[in-house]
Nanobody, 115 residues
Framework: QVHLVESGGGLVQAGGSLRLSCSAS????????MGWYRQAPGKERELVAL???????NYADSVKGRFTISRDNAKNTVYLQMNSLNAEDTAVYYC?????????WGKGTLVTVSS
């Protein structure tokens, strides 16, 4: 089992920045990829960014150049630096970990961007 806890969400004005964190505990030695998904009201959950254990990254086209995912394996934490936020970024952001034994999700943190 892997337990994920997100933090860093909140209310920000358009053009502003936020940094999300996700800390993992439990069977952390089994974690491979970690990443962030988001779900806006009335929409399906979508991939935001993914990072492998080795540091390779993948981003949704909508966030490329604005968001940066990073990972500290020593702290078992993944981060999402979000810059130039706009109203379309408003969503609940979920942390994900892919392990040998399955996929685990955090409970989510709400990001609200006011225009």
């Amino acid at each position: 089992q892997v337990h994920l806890v997100e933090s860093g969400g909140g209310l920000v004005q358009a053009g502003g920045s936020l940094r999300l964190s996700c800390s993992a505990s439990g069977s952390i030695f089994r974690i491979n990829d970690m990443g962030w998904y988001r779900q806006a009201p009335g929409k399906e959950r979508e991939l935001v960014a993914l990072i492998t254990r080795g540091g390779s990254t993948n981003y949704a086209d909508s966030v490329k150049g604005r968001f940066t995912i990073s990972r500290d394996n020593a702290k078992n934490t993944v981060y999402l630096q979000m810059n130039s936020l706009n109203a379309e970024d408003t969503a609940v952001y979920y942390c994900l970990s892919n392990t040998i034994g399955g996929q685990y999700w955090g409970k989510g943190t709400l990001v609200t961007v006011s225009s």
